[in-house]
C-alpha cells in the first residue's frame, strides 16, 4: 500500500524486482488499485515479460462497478482498457468484456472472467518485452478503479 505521508496525495509508483537470476521464480499476478480520472491522470500499470524464450499468454482485467460489493465507494462505473507496446502502440482495447466471444472463452476458462458485464478484460499472447496496460472511464467517466495483470504462462 502506498500512502502519502499525513494524509497526502499524488502520483505514487510501485515497482517489484526479481533480483535473484539465479533462483526460478516468476510473478504470477499484480493489481493497482486507485481513483481513474481522465486525460493524463488515467491508470497506468506497467508490466515487462522477459528472461524466457518464448510467448506468455497474458490476461488484463479492468474492474470497477463489482468493488461496490466489497464496500469500495466511487467504483469506477464503466472501465475501458487498452494494452500498448513499449511504442506506444495500441495492441487490444476493450470496453465491456464480453464483447469479444473469443476473448470471453478465454475468460471464463481461464477463471478470470470479471463478475460484471461493464468491466473489461484482454486476453493477448505476447513476446519478451515492456507493456503498458491503461485503464479509464468510458467516456471520461471517474472513480476507483483496479487494474490487474495475469501471467498465465506458455500458450
Not at 74 to 81: G, N, V, Y
Not at 83 to 88: H, I, M, V
Amino acid at each position: 500500500m502506498v500512502k502519502g505521508k499525513n494524509n497526502t496525495s499524488g502520483v505514487g509508483l510501485v515497482e517489484v524486482y526479481d533480483l535473484s537470476q539465479a533462483v526460478l521464480a516468476k510473478l504470477a499476478n499484480i493489481s493497482t488499485r486507485a481513483f481513474v480520472s481522465t486525460g493524463n491522470d488515467i491508470v497506468i500499470a506497467g508490466f515487462i515479460l522477459g528472461n524466457h524464450n518464448g510467448n506468455d499468454k497474458i490476461i488484463l482485467r479492468g474492474i470497477g462497478p463489482s468493488l461496490t460489493a466489497f464496500g469500495v465507494p466511487s467504483a469506477l462505473a464503466d472501465p475501458t482498457l487498452e494494452l500498448r507496446d513499449s511504442n506506444g502502440a495500441v495492441l487490444a482495447a476493450n470496453n465491456d468484456w464480453q464483447d469479444n466471444p473469443a476473448q470471453a472463452a478465454e475468460l471464463i476458462a481461464a477463471g478470470l472472467a470479471p463478475t460484471n458485464p461493464l468491466e473489461s478484460g484482454i486476453v493477448a499472447t505476447l513476446p519478451p518485452a515492456s507493456y503498458t496496460a491503461l485503464l479509464a472511464g468510458l467516456n471520461n467517466g471517474t472513480g476507483i478503479g483496479l487494474i490487474e495483470v495475469y501471467d498465465r504462462g506458455a500458450p
